[in-house]
Nanobody, 124 residues
């Protein structure tokens, strides 16, 4: 079992940057593939970015490619989402997720563990 706690959300102007963190409990963080998802008001939760257990492989949604970067620190048991050039349409609650697997996962249903989310609001 792993517990995930997101932080780093907030209010930022369009064009600004934020870095989200997701801290994981447990000793086996390095065996988990990790993902970031987001859910805007009135919309379904959607994939943002994912990273493999060793950090060598990453995937991004087309809407954030080139602006967001996912990374992880397996010593600190933390995964990050660096968000640059933020747009109002990036406004959402951002969630991190984890699954013990060697592959990278981009689908919601396949993740086993979820954090509570952190709010990101981008003003125009």
């Amino acid at each position: 079992q792993v517990q995930l706690v997101e932080s780093g959300g907030g209010l930022v102007q369009a064009g600004g940057s934020l870095r989200l963190s997701c801290a994981a409990s447990g000793r086996t963080f390095s065996s988990y593939a990790m993902g970031w998802f987001r859910q805007a008001p009135g919309k379904e939760r959607e994939f943002v970015a994912a990273i493999s257990y060793h950090g060598a492989t990453t995937y991004y949604a087309d809407s954030v490619k080139g602006r967001f970067t996912i990374s992880r620190d397996n010593v600190r048991n933390t995964v990050y989402l660096q968000m640059n050039s933020l747009k109002p349409e990036d406004t959402a609650v951002y969630y991190c997720a984890a699954k013990t697997t060697i592959v990278v996962i981009t689908t919601i249903a396949e993740y086993d563990y979820w954090g509570q989310g952190t709010q990101v609001t981008v003003s125009s």
